[in-house]
T-cell receptor, first 110, second 116 residues
Framework: SQQGEEDPQALSIQEGENATMNCSYK?????LQWYRQNSGRGLVHLIL?????REKHSGRLRVTLDTSKKSSSLLITASRAADTASYFC??????????FGSGTRLQVQP | NAGVMQNPRHLVRRRGQEARLRCSPM?????VYWYRQLPEEGLKFMVY????????ESGMPKERFSAEFPKEGPSILRIQQVVRGDSAAYFC??????????????FGPGTRLTVT
């Protein structure tokens, strides 16, 4: 699989539930970033976690990073219908060019 | 503070024509990146530029594609003799000049190219 691969590919939950998305990668990284993309729109930066960090919070978002397993997770708590979007992880190996996975499509049912 | 601007938002070209996509980075940002996104896929890196310099073009197809970021004006991604397979969304991102190794990239709304 490619660098920055998300799992699951698609996720459907009810409003108020938590959503967890996972990302695995293959090579060493400087940092890992999560982005959101609404259908047909550009990407919105959510959170950046550096390779020496293990957990980061931003509002209802919680990101963890396990460099020994080369994996990261994004948790969205108390989801809302407006959270419906595709979520991508992107890794920076130091080249400044980001490598994106194919994304998790999240559907939050009202 | 305007974000990254891209134009046009939608571009239709016939096979064999040229496509020019423009990107104006955020104010104060001197690094520009171009990515391509095919339907239902993630973004694929194409090229990274600073003013008047191409830093990394490892993701650019060897033929027909070129990019520039002149001293004055926007960055341009140019596709010559377009083919149907070039149909995609092209995103530009920018980041500030920083001595650190970690930074955020700010993305524009994208240009959706359709080749008929």
């Amino acid at each position: 699989s490619q660098q920055g691969e998300e799992d699951p590919q698609a996720l459907s939950i009810q409003e108020g539930e938590n959503a967890t998305m996972n990302c695995s990668y293959k090579t060493s990284i400087n940092n890992l970033q999560w982005y959101r993309q609404n259908s047909g729109r550009g990407l919105v930066h959510l959170i950046l976690i550096r390779s020496n960090e293990r957990e980061k919070h931003s509002g209802r978002l919680r990101v963890t990073l396990d460099t020994s397993k080369k994996s990261s997770s994004l948790l969205i708590t108390a989801s809302r219908a407006a959270d419906t979007a595709s979520y991508f992880c992107a890794t920076d190996t130091g080249r400044r060019a980001l490598t994106f996975g194919s994304g998790t499509r999240l559907q939050v049912q009202p | 503070n305007a974000g990254v601007m891209q134009n046009p938002r939608h571009l239709v070209r016939r096979r064999g024509q040229e496509a020019r996509l423009r990107c104006s980075p955020m104010k104060g940002h001197s690094h520009v990146y171009w990515y391509r996104q095919l339907p239902e896929e993630g973004l694929k890196f194409m090229v990274y530029l600073q003013k008047e310099n191409i830093i990394d073009e490892s993701g650019m197809p060897k033929e027909r594609f070129s990019a520039e970021f002149p001293k004055e004006g926007p960055s341009i991604l140019r596709i010559q003799q377009v083919v149907r397979g070039d149909s995609a969304a092209y995103f530009c991102a920018s980041s500030p000049l920083t001595s650190g190794s970690s930074y955020e990239q700010y993305f524009g709304p994208g240009t959706r190219l359709t080749v008929t």
